[in-house]
């Protein structure tokens, strides 16, 4: 196989044609108070980092939410936004009344939930036009919204969102991926008759990773694939 075609941990290869991975790592955003601040995303259950103070005057102040791969960062000398000029950060949830209920028990004050009956009202909060109150019918992805707001008034906005477009990637819970082994075991039985001598572990997680990353079933068969074959002693 060319170099093109390897599967490594930094890449990862459609048709043939290798691209570097760039994950979205961490959001900053502006708040007066550092402590406040800490004391506000502690309470929502947010999972503390970091918290580094240095002689210079800086400090860096690390949150990750249950369940994200992005993180927020605030502190001293970290940015010059202004405080509260952080608006839609987007907190995406499969149960939008369950999530909201969560954040109040913890003390955030959070909206009724709400579905755009105008494109992109979901972004312009003074007056509520465009906005009904109530989830989209039957609870349609990526369709159903609430806001609330850190103490500086930095904005995050709830997302519901069941069942993913095709390509976007998939939110792993224990449903999901109970139905995603599944899929990974059709597909695999399907290449196992004519595959190298393997270990059906690095089909497995070559199969997972590219479905995760928004390949479709077929595409992420193929990554497998020439996962597998491209290192075959590996996998034996």
Known sequence: MSGTETINEHATTTNGAETVDLKLEV???????????????????????ADFAFDNGFRVVQFTPPGSECSIQFGTKITSAVP??????????????????????????VTEVFHPTAPGAQFKPADGAG?????????????SFATFSDPDGNGWLLQEIRSRLAGR???????????????????HGEYEPTAPKHHWSGWYAAYVVARERGRTPEEAAKEAKLHIESAPARQA
């Open 27 to 49: 959001v900053i955003i502006p708040v007066t108070d550092v402590d406040r601040a800490k004391r506000f995303y502690a309470s929502l259950g947010w999972r503390l980092d």
């Open 84 to 109: 509260g000029s952080a608006q839609d950060l987007y907190i995406v949830v499969s149960d939008i009344e369950a999530a909201r209920k969560d954040l109040i028990a913890k003390g955030a004050t």
């Open 131 to 143: 906005r009904a109150v109530g989830a989209a019918q039957e609870h349609a992805s990526y369709s």
């Open 169 to 187: 990637g998939i939110s792993l819970d224990v449903s999901t991926l109970t139905t995603l082994f599944q899929e990974t075991e059709m597909h």
